[in-house]
């Protein structure tokens, strides 16, 4: 027995020591981030694979970019853009997932083939559909035109059907002895059991949301409508790019995901681990 504790001790120590190599390993870009803000450009550019920590911390890349940069219209732009897609997006994915996934009814299989054929399909293709139509309704450099490609999910609704499927069937029964019907049984039984896939397609919209540079860089031209992401992307020019700045900027630019995830990070796990079925 104690040599098989032995190597079960051994087993989880070499296992913890592995992760602990990959977590170093996946802080190491935003390490490096930290360390070129602080950097001089010569530094920062420099091909010495010794010049890692700047021989003298410098802030002047921080107050430039706070300069020339209006942080709080980016900040309310993305934060306009990641809360009107997490509402949107958590909204109708709940109402289809619930529908696809307890209700039956003539296509349904037929017409979540077609959800899960969207999944597959490079999003870029509908890059040129979704422009046409909200140049059509006159919407360009709005928020509406940030927010119009994440109003439905694909990716939502399948997440959402699987926590619904995970429910059991007496949930259900017992509502409909009790006199409900089926929008009842959705709103007051059904869809707050799912709170957990619910909140971890929140933060999986949010990153999305954030991360998007595409589809800002196309509909919103007007410097007043810009994004973090479109912003970051105009720092870097066509033959140089001053890394410092770039790096500080998108230091900056990290800290609202950085909070998002601190304040959700159990509903987050809680939501991956599950998928919905925990109450």
Not at 48 to 65: G, Q
Not at 141 to 157: D, Q, R, S, W
Request: hydrophobic share 55%; aromatic share 12%; glycine share 6%.
């Amino acid at each position: 027995m104690d040599s098989m504790e032995r190597k079960s001790k051994m087993i989880n120590t070499l296992i913890h020591i592995i992760l602990i190599l990959v977590s170093i390993t996946m802080l190491i870009p935003f390490i490096w981030m930290i360390l070129t803000a602080f950097k001089s450009v010569t530094e920062a550019t420099s091909v010495n694979p010794f010049v890692i920590f700047p021989k003298v911390w410098r802030t002047e890349a921080f107050t430039s970019v706070m300069e020339n940069m209006n942080f709080l219209i980016l900040y309310k732009n993305t934060l306009l853009l990641i809360l009107f897609r997490v509402v949107c997006a958590v909204l109708t994915a709940t109402m289809a997932g619930y529908a696809f996934g307890r209700l039956h009814f003539k296509g349904r299989d037929f017409c979540f083939s077609l959800v899960l054929l969207q999944m597959m399909v490079p999003v870029q293709i509908f890059i040129i559909p979704q422009y046409l139509m909200v140049s059509k309704m006159g919407m360009l450099n709005t928020i509406f035109a940030l927010v119009f490609p994440g109003i439905v999910t694909a990716f939502g609704t399948f997440l959402l059907r699987q926590g619904y499927m995970g429910l059991p069937n007496d949930l259900e029964e017992a509502a409909r002895l009790d006199g409900c019907n089926i929008g009842q049984t959705f709103l007051y039984i059904m869809a707050p059991l799912t709170r957990s896939s619910m909140v971890a397609l929140g933060i999986f919209t949010a990153v999305f949301a954030f991360k998007d540079l595409m589809w800002p860089m196309i509909v919103n031209t007007d410097k007043d409508m810009l994004v973090l992401s479109s912003a970051l992307a105009k720092m870097q020019g066509q033959y140089t790019s001053k890394f410092p700045e770039l790096m500080a900027a998108s230091l900056i630019a990290c800290i609202p995901m950085i909070v998002l995830y601190m304040i959700f990070q159990k509903q987050f796990i809680e939501g991956i681990a599950t998928s919905g079925g925990k109450l």
